[in-house]
């Protein structure tokens, strides 16, 4: 074999610990997005339900939910990525816990499939997916007046540069609490709120957040922006290897193409 990768899962099991010992305000949960980070969706998700003890395993999409669902994975899957609406109207009953952030997704769920956890969508500045905060109140309304709020167990938001911008990232997470604030008043109950990923989880440390995202952090690295760039944090270390094997060496004429 030329290639072989291997993944150690007690480095898994330390890497996770290193973030809930750093964090002991919050749950982690493991992002497996992408294919688990190059890892494998389905090996990675096994492992994790079995022998991680977080609440969630967290995917970007719809797909990649029903994958681990088919492996046999009993963990609660929380989605945190966009689907089709139409893609909900389907016979089989979903367990997944959804995000919501626009009226035509929350309709067809709250018709299609009543059994659904929301998780609430908010833009705090990242402008990206989410409900802005100037429609928060609009967005109360329409989930009270559709009776769908007792299909809400969960809100959250992200940074969209934790590791390099501390004034922006303080400007979100007030923007978040004051949204939550509002929701709650309106009589919402959230039993998850979570804005923190790997990057957010070494500067955001708020006990009103009880749930942090970790992607790049369990598997060993830290993202590319963060400050410490190029260095291992202690405390975490790749789970990853490629062994390869050296096929030729050859010495180059200097100025050879």
Not at 146 to 155: A, D, F, P, S
Not at 157 to 163: K, M, N, Q, Y
């Amino acid at each position: 074999t030329l290639n072989l990768i291997t993944v150690n899962t007690k480095t898994l099991i330390n890497n996770f610990s290193f973030w809930q010992k750093e964090n002991p305000q919050a749950k982690i949960v493991p992002v497996l997005k992408s294919n688990a980070y190059g890892h494998g969706l389905e090996l990675i998700g096994r492992f994790v339900d079995k022998k991680i003890a977080a609440p969630f395993i967290v995917v970007d999409s719809l797909y990649e939910a029903w994958e681990l669902e088919k492996t046999g994975v009993g963990k609660p899957i929380l989605v945190i990525g966009y689907t089709l609406p139409e893609n909900f109207k389907i016979l089989k009953k979903l367990k997944f816990h959804l995000p919501i952030f626009d009226q035509e997704t929350a309709l067809v769920l709250g018709r299609y499939q009543p059994q659904t956890k929301f998780h609430l969508k908010i833009d705090t500045g990242m402008n990206r997916l989410g409900i802005k905060p100037n429609q928060v109140n609009r967005f109360i309304g329409f989930l009270k007046d559709h009776h769908l709020e007792k299909q809400v167990t969960g809100i959250y938001s992200h940074l969209a540069c934790a590791g390099t911008d501390k004034n922006f990232t303080q400007k979100q997470v007030a923007i978040f609490k004051k949204v939550i604030v509002q929701f709650e008043r309106a009589g919402f109950s959230f039993a998850w709120k979570h804005i923190a990923a790997t990057a957010g989880s070494l500067t955001v440390k708020d006990p009103e957040f009880n749930l942090i995202r970790v992607g790049l952090g369990f598997y060993g690295h830290l993202p590319p922006f963060v400050p410490r760039q190029g260095q291992v944090l202690p405390g975490i270390k790749p789970a990853l290897k490629l062994t390869t094997r050296v096929v030729q060496v050859k010495a180059i004429d200097k100025g050879a193409i």
